[in-house]
Nanobody, 126 residues
């Protein structure tokens, strides 16, 4: 089992920045990939970014590419998402996830992730 706890959400004006963090505990010796997803009421969970165990494989949704940066520190069992140039459409609950995507394409699918955090709210005002 891997337990995930997100932090860093909040309210920010459009154009501002936030940094989300995710702390992992439990079975942290496993070589799992990690990702960020987001969800707004009435919509399906949406892929944001993902990173492989070594950090060499990184994936972004087109909507956040160039604005968001995902990173991980395996020594500290943490995952981060630096969000810059935020837009009102980035408003959502952001979830941290861990799992073992079998192919590059599967990094984008929430079905590839076995463990999820509780989520942290990000609100971007216009």
């Amino acid at each position: 089992q891997v337990q995930l706890l997100e932090s860093g959400g909040g309210l920010v004006q459009a154009g501002g920045s936030l940094r989300l963090s995710c702390a992992a505990s439990g079975r942290t010796s496993s070589s799992y990939a990690m990702g960020w997803f987001r969800q707004t009421p009435g919509k399906e969970r949406e892929f944001v970014a993902a990173i492989g165990w070594s950090g060499r494989s990184i994936y972004y949704a087109n909507s956040v590419k160039g604005r968001f940066t995902i990173s991980r520190d395996n020594a500290k069992n943490t995952l981060a998402l630096q969000m810059n140039s935020l837009k009102p459409e980035d408003t959502a609950v952001y979830y941290c996830a861990a799992g073992w995507p079998p192919t590059n394409e599967r990094y984008y699918s929430d079905y590839s992730y076995a463990y999820w955090g509780q989520g942290t709210q990000v609100t971007v005002s216009s």
